[in-house]
Nanobody
Framework: QVQLVESGGGLVQAGGSLRLSCAASGRIDSSVVTAWVRQVSGTESEFVAAIIRGGGATSYADSVKGRFNIAKENAKITVYLQMSGLKFEDTAVYYC???????????????????WGQGTEVTVSS
């Protein structure tokens, strides 16, 4: 099994920066695909970014490209989402998600991910 825990959310002023962390444990594959997905209550989830830990390939949603950066930590099974130039529209609950072991491709469809964290709230003030 895979367990994911997000952290780093909070309140930030528009134009500011914030870094989210996703700590993974359990039967993690060395090349696990990990994604960040955000959701506003009552709306569909929105793909934000993803990374393949084994190869380092990344993918970003158009709405965050150039402002957000997804990265991995070498010594720990942790994936980060560095957010800069935050906008009010970025306000949402951000979830960390991972694909099952043996799957090494990025998918922008949320249902393609097998494991999910509890989410961390990001609020951007205007």
């Amino acid at each position: 099994q895979v367990q994911l825990v997000e952290s780093g959310g909070g309140l930030v002023q528009a134009g500011g920066s914030l870094r989210l962390s996703c700590a993974a444990s359990g039967r993690i594959d060395s090349s696990v695909v990990t994604a960040w997905v955000r959701q506003v209550s009552g709306t569909e989830s929105e793909f934000v970014a993803a990374i393949i830990r084994g190869g380092g390939a990344t993918s970003y949603a158009d709405s965050v490209k150039g402002r957000f950066n997804i990265a991995k930590e070498n010594a720990k099974i942790t994936v980060y989402l560095q957010m800069s130039g935050l906008k009010f529209e970025d306000t949402a609950v951000y979830y960390c998600a991972a694909r099952r072991p043996g799957v090494y491709t990025i998918d922008r469809v949320s249902t393609s991910y097998d494991y999910w964290g509890q989410g961390t709230e990001v609020t951007v003030s205007s």
